[in-house]
Nanobody
Framework: QVQLVESGGGLVQPGGSLRLSCAAS????????TGWFRQAPGKEREFVAR????????WYADSVKGRFTISRDNAKNTVYLQMNTLKPEDTAVYYC?????????????????????WGQGTQVIVSS
């Protein structure tokens, strides 16, 4: 079993930055693809970013491309989401997720169904 715990959320002004962290316990991130999703009130959970198991390939939602960066520190067993130039529409609960072998197919990278384990979420509010 894998437990994922997110941290780093909070209130930030438009144009500001935050770095979210996701720590794993019970199993390492080695060999896992990792992703970030977000869910705003009244909306479905939506894909934000994904990094494949080797850490070379990444995918981003068009809405965050160029502003957000997913990364991973295997030594710390932690995944990060660096968020820059934040906008009010980035306000949501952010969730990290892990996809262990057998990996999801490409079309599932962008869907919650493509991931095996989830964290409890961390709130991000972008407001002046």
């Amino acid at each position: 079993q894998v437990q994922l715990v997110e941290s780093g959320g909070g209130l930030v002004q438009p144009g500001g930055s935050l770095r979210l962290s996701c720590a794993a316990s019970g199993r390492t991130f080695n060999g896992a693809a990792t992703g970030w999703f977000r869910q705003a009130p009244g909306k479905e959970r939506e894909f934000v970013a994904r990094m494949n198991w080797h850490g070379v390939n990444t995918w981003y939602a068009d809405s965050v491309k160029g502003r957000f960066t997913i990364s991973r520190d295997n030594a710390k067993n932690t995944v990060y989401l660096q968020m820059n130039t934040l906008k009010p529409e980035d306000t949501a609960v952010y969730y990290c997720a892990a996809d262990y072998p057998p990996y999801a197919i490409l079309s599932s990278y962008y869907s919650p169904q493509g991931y095996d384990y989830w964290g409890q979420g961390t709130q991000v509010i972008v407001s002046s």
